[in-house]
């Protein structure tokens, strides 16, 4: 079996653990019937932006879709068990995702603090009996935010990634999929923001926060490390320029986050890229 058989045969196999008909899963990840019948055929490609609905509407990885294994090797760092989202297994329950969803949204448009499980239960439709049931506390809700929010970075990494060969059009593409553009990667982002805020006064965060932002380091690292098996990418300590790389992203995006004067998306990829030549790319 090529990798495409393989891959449309685990669509096959979650399509049939979902509940009701081919189109009604066709209907769930916004996708026209005919073209999910197409790929399920062989005479279209799953795009990555199907690859990644698939994955959240069955609560599996794309890695998993891809490669069998939520840890097989991949061009991006698997999560730490720890850090993986625990709607990210297959058997997840709708009502769960569901509610974590909304949670995840609320908490990146209105903030951590400024979301309580009645307000998760209002947008639900449920009790806040049936949140604690999910989620015990609060604090839990955060948690899982946090292992969602990287379970959605590895799934985007991995389907936009997978064809890329050359080192540097992949660490291009990974510092695009990263930049705070509007909607889910600003969410993102935001989760991200308060994350850091919650860990920085609370140290029963941390440990979390640190296993689920080493995904993140280690994947701009590996990119880095191929590049140079390449050859494009100079010899230099790839751990001190992806420590350098990463802290720029940081500090750039927090600054396209709190709206400080001068800075945007555009300015932020502008400077990602001049580091990029100036810094990592061999020159010729």
Same mark, same amino acid.
Not at 5 to 14: I, K
Not at 66 to 78: E, R
Not at 120 to 137: D, N, Q
Not at 266 to 276: G, N, S
């Given at each position: 079996?090529?990798?495409t ?9 979650l399509?049939?653990?979902?509940p009701?008909?081919?189109r ?6 916004g ?7 197409? $790929?399920?055929?062989?005479? #279209?490609?799953?795009?990555?932006? /199907? &690859?990644i609905?698939? =994955? +959240?509407?069955?609560?599996?990885t ?5 490669n ?6 991949t ?22 995702r ?6 995840w ?35 839990d809700?955060?948690?899982e ?18 064809t890329? $060969?050359?080192a540097?059009? #992949?660490?291009?593409?990974?510092? /695009? &999929?990263?930049?705070? =553009? +509007?909607?889910?990667l600003?969410?993102?982002?935001s ?8 860990s ?7 440990s ?8 993140w ?7 880095i ?5 390449q ?5 230099l ?5 992806t ?6 992203i ?9 709206c400080?004067p001068?800075?945007?998306v ?19």
């Amino acid at each position: 079996m090529a990798e495409t058989d393989e891959l449309r045969e685990r669509v096959r196999v979650l399509i049939r653990t979902m509940p009701g008909a081919q189109r009604d899963f066709a209907r769930a990840i916004g996708l026209d019937e005919t073209k999910l019948s197409k $790929a399920l055929s062989g005479t #279209r490609r799953f795009s990555p932006h /199907e &690859l990644i609905r698939v =994955a +959240e509407h069955c609560g599996v990885t794309v890695n998993w879709l891809l490669n069998g294994s939520d840890d097989a090797a991949t061009v991006a760092a698997a999560p730490a068990p720890a850090s993986r989202a625990a709607n990210g297994q297959l058997g997840h329950t709708e009502p769960r995702r569901r509610i974590l969803e909304t949670a995840w949204r609320l908490i990146a448009e209105r903030g951590y603090h400024r979301v309580r499980i009645s307000d998760i239960a209002e947008v639900c439709g449920t009790s806040t009996a049936a949140i604690h049931y999910h989620f015990p506390t609060k604090h839990d809700v955060l948690n899982e935010a946090l292992r969602y929010t990287v379970k959605l970075a590895f799934d985007r990494q991995v389907a936009e990634l997978h064809t890329i $060969a050359d080192a540097h059009e #992949r660490l291009l593409r990974l510092i /695009e &999929l990263q930049l705070p =553009a +509007e909607g889910q990667l600003r969410a993102e982002w935001s989760v991200w923001l308060q994350v850091w805020n919650e860990s920085a006064v609370n140290p029963e965060m941390r440990s979390l926060y640190w296993d689920s932002y080493n995904r993140w380091y280690r994947t701009v690292e590996m990119t880095i490390r191929t590049g140079q098996q390449q050859r494009v990418f100079c010899e230099l300590d790839a751990e001190q320029v992806t420590a350098q790389l990463t802290a720029m992203i940081d500090g750039l995006g927090i600054q396209v986050l709190t709206c400080r004067p001068g800075s945007s998306v555009a300015t932020m990829r502008e400077l990602l890229h001049d580091f990029i030549d100036r810094n990592i790319i061999k020159q010729v």
